[in-house]
């Protein structure tokens, strides 16, 4: 197969070149970095929005690219907080909670942490995941394990973009489909 260098995204009116990435030897991805587009994210939060459940009381997301898009959903829907799933234990963290992470674009091991004070701030709450993109759901699912453990009800999973197969998933709501590139 014969592979342009970029992937053409588009999102409602926007649109992105995105470099072709290989991540292993088998396999390439289109590398979409949120950080930065304020474009992009003020649009995408926008979209997303519109597709939320009415009723929850936080926003969660992971560091690092799905904070700018949790913090325009959070001004969006007028929650006037919302929390980060931090990829290193920070040293004032209270008690953190932490699970193993695996994620597509990730090599080596990794870990998702919720410092003890926003857990307990969680507690009994309903929340929505946010993420810029989904793609074998590791992330996703190490987040919804975390907001459990804090005693919360996820209510909603949200993403710009559901990559590969994540794009059938039924448990997700998103913006546009990415695709993945065997090599």
């Given at each position: 197969?014969?592979?342009?260098?970029?992937?053409?995204l588009?999102?409602?009116?926007?649109?992105?070149?995105?470099?072709?990435?290989?991540?292993?030897?088998?396999?390439?991805?289109?590398?979409?970095v949120?950080?930065?587009?304020?474009?992009?994210?003020?649009y995408?939060?926008?979209?997303?929005?519109q597709?939320?459940p009415?009723d929850?009381d936080?926003?969660?997301?992971?560091?690092?690219?799905?904070?700018?898009?949790?913090?325009?959903?959070?001004?969006?829907t007028n929650r006037a907080q919302?929390?980060?799933l931090?990829k290193?234990?920070?040293?004032?963290?209270?008690?953190?909670?932490?699970?193993?992470?695996?994620?597509i674009?990730?090599s080596?091991?990794?870990?998702?942490?919720?410092?003890?004070?926003?857990?307990?701030?969680?507690?009994?709450?309903?929340?929505?995941?946010v993420?810029?993109?989904?793609?074998?759901?590791?992330?996703l699912?190490?987040?919804?394990?975390l907001v459990?453990q804090?005693?919360?009800?996820?209510?909603?999973?949200v993403?710009?973009?559901a990559?590969?197969?994540?794009?059938?998933?039924?448990?997700i709501?998103?913006?546009?489909?990415l695709p993945?590139?065997?090599?």
């Open positions: 197969m014969t592979m342009s260098p970029t992937y053409t588009t999102l409602g009116p926007l649109t992105r070149q995105l470099p072709i990435m290989p991540i292993s030897p088998k396999l390439a991805i289109a590398s979409f949120l950080l930065g587009d304020t474009e992009l994210t003020d995408a939060a926008s979209a997303l929005a597709k939320m009415a929850f936080y926003l969660i997301t992971m560091e690092s690219k799905g904070i700018p898009l949790a913090q325009e959903l959070s001004r969006l919302f929390v980060v931090r290193s234990q920070k040293d004032y963290m209270r008690d953190p909670l932490s699970v193993p992470v695996n994620a674009t990730t080596a091991p990794q870990r998702l942490f919720l410092d003890g004070l926003d857990a307990q701030s969680l507690a009994h709450k309903r929340v929505v995941i993420d810029d993109v989904i793609s074998s759901g590791g992330s699912n190490a987040a919804r394990v459990q804090a005693g919360a009800t996820v209510v909603g999973q993403a710009i973009l990559e590969g197969a994540a794009a059938q998933r039924t448990d709501q998103f913006l546009a489909e993945l590139f065997p090599l």
